[in-house]
């Protein structure tokens, strides 16, 4: 079963609950979804870090219930 656009965004905040998250459903399929993510949690931090933080925060979500994630994350600016 797909993962809901609300459910992805509740996962989201509750891993980075000072981040701005913008969600798109990319497909209107609940299964390929887009996310923009600034938090604080991401400075000084590599992309490939910054995304590992995200999956984590999905609790291994990411390939069963929630099928493809585009991750567009970043620390606030300065």
Known sequence: ???????LEAALHEGFPDAQIEVTDLAGDGD???ARIVSAAFAG????????????????RMGGELHALALETSAPAA
Do not use: F
Request: hydrophobic letters at 35%; a positive charge.
């Open 32 to 34: 390929h979804y887009r």
């Open 1 to 7: 079963m797909p993962m809901s656009q609300t459910d």
């Open 45 to 60: 931090m590599p992309r490939v870090k910054q995304h590992q933080l995200v999956y984590a925060a999905l609790k291994g």
